[in-house]
């Protein structure tokens, strides 16, 4: 089935610590993204990229990293993580459709806890 | 990418049809309107875009007002399924696409 996979789908971590957010898509879009998602807060952009080796800042960059080596694959990583990074991400990837559509395809989200 | 405002929550009665409102003063000539529905803690799904004319798919029907600064998507029978966050975002050439808080509509039994 075409789409995204996100991994993991949920990770309790302790504070300091290193963790790198999986997404994988298979659906062959060039632009791929990473938001969170808090209450109250809506899905905030973090990072995107719009096609492979070209990566660029969205509105909460800070404390986050990515790399987008190939088509299909967007890590997201947290180099030392802190509390205030405890959130629901989701990955997306957007491709233009039959009818020009730029329409945006979200992962499940992988839900982290920092303590 | 124009910013969006939209009201933050909604209700809505089973069976009627539930009207979301989104304002995009800022909206340039070559940005497309799209409206996504986030349930529960699911990820986005895509629901219906549109540039000037007003659209309909099997999900909503898009009416954008002639100045284009503004639009609403109808819910023509809204079900309780239908309860979720609704988000208008404006997508243009640029990649650095940015989400609001939404609507959240409640659709009532």
């Known amino acids: 089935i075409a789409g995204i996979t996100q991994a993991p789908t949920s990770q309790i971590l302790a504070a300091g610590r290193r963790m790198t957010l999986r997404c994988t898509q298979d659906?062959?879009?060039?632009?791929m993204y990473w938001y969170r998602q808090d209450l109250g807060l809506g899905l905030r952009l973090i990072h995107y990229?719009?096609?492979?080796?070209?990566?660029g800042k969205g509105e909460v960059p800070d404390g986050y990293s990515v790399s987008r080596a190939n088509t299909d694959d967007f890590p997201l990583t947290l180099a030392s993580a802190v509390p205030s990074q405890t959130s629901v991400y989701f990955c997306?990837?957007?491709?233009?459709?039959?009818?020009?559509?730029?329409?945006?395809?979200f992962g499940a989200g992988s839900r982290l806890t920092v303590l | 990418d124009a910013k969006t405002t939209q009201p933050p929550s909604m209700d809505c009665a089973e069976g009627r049809a539930a009207n979301l409102p989104c304002n995009h003063s800022?909206?340039?000539?070559?940005?497309?309107v799209y409206w996504y529905r986030q349930i529960h803690s699911q990820g986005p799904q895509y629901i219906i875009h549109?540039?000037?004319n007003n659209e309909t798919n099997e999900m909503a029907s898009l009416i954008i007002t002639e100045d284009r600064k503004s639009s609403t998507l109808i819910l023509p029978h809204a079900t309780l399924r239908d309860t979720a966050v609704y988000y208008c975002?404006?997508?243009?050439?640029?990649?650095?696409?940015?989400f609001g808080k939404g609507t959240l509509l409640t659709v009532n039994p």
């Open positions: 975002i404006v997508i243009g050439s640029n990649y650095k696409l940015t």
């Open positions: 659906m062959r879009h060039n632009a």
């Open positions: 997306a990837s957007s491709g233009q459709t039959l009818s020009g559509a730029n329409v945006l395809t």
């Open positions: 990229s719009n096609t492979a080796g070209t990566t």
């Open positions: 549109g540039l000037k």
């Open positions: 800022t909206i340039s000539g070559n940005e497309y």
